[in-house]
C-alpha cells in the first residue's frame, strides 16, 4: 500500500502560480499512475491530469490544459502540479492519487489510494 502526501498549497493571486508536490511512501511511486484531482466547497471532486506509470502519456482536464503540467521524478518518489495562470475557479483542495494500472485514465473509480488534499486558494 502507498501512502500519498501533498504539499505546495496555499493563498495565491490570480494570475500567479503554484507548484504542488506529492510524495509517495510505502511504495515506490514507479508502480502507479499518478493524478491529481480538485474539490471545490460544495462541490463534486472532479479531475484534473494524470501521468502513467511510464510518465510517457498525460491527459488534462479542459479547463486547465495550457496552464498545469504534471510531472513526475521516480528516484524520489514524487509527483508534481506546476500551476500557472491561476483563476480564482481554481480555488479548491487539490488531491493526489495513485493508481495500479498503466494509465493514464482520467476517471476517479481508476485511482486506489488519494492523499489528504492541500488547499489552494486564488484570490481575484
Known amino acids: 500500500q502507498v501512502l500519498l502526501a501533498e504539499s505546495g498549497g496555499g493563498l495565491v493571486q490570480a494570475g500567479g502560480s503554484l507548484r504542488l508536490s506529492c510524495t509517495a511512501s510505502?511504495?515506490?511511486?514507479?508502480?502507479?499512475?499518478m493524478g491529481w484531482f480538485r474539490q471545490a466547497s460544495g462541490k463534486d471532486r472532479e479531475f484534473v491530469t494524470v501521468i502513467s506509470r511510464s510518465g510517457s502519456r498525460t491527459v488534462y482536464a479542459d479547463s486547465v490544459k495550457g496552464r498545469f503540467t504534471i510531472s513526475r521524478d521516480d528516484a524520489k518518489n514524487m509527483v508534481y502540479l506546476q500551476m500557472n495562470s491561476l483563476e480564482p475557479e481554481d480555488t479548491a483542495v487539490y488531491y493526489c492519487?495513485?493508481?495500479?494500472?498503466?494509465?493514464?485514465?482520467?476517471?476517479?473509480?481508476?485511482?486506489?489510494?488519494w492523499g489528504q488534499g492541500t488547499q489552494v486558494t486564488v484570490s481575484s
Open positions: 510505502g511504495r515506490p511511486s514507479s508502480s502507479y499512475s
Open positions: 492519487a495513485a493508481s495500479h494500472g498503466a494509465g493514464p485514465i482520467p476517471r476517479e473509480g481508476a485511482f486506489d489510494y
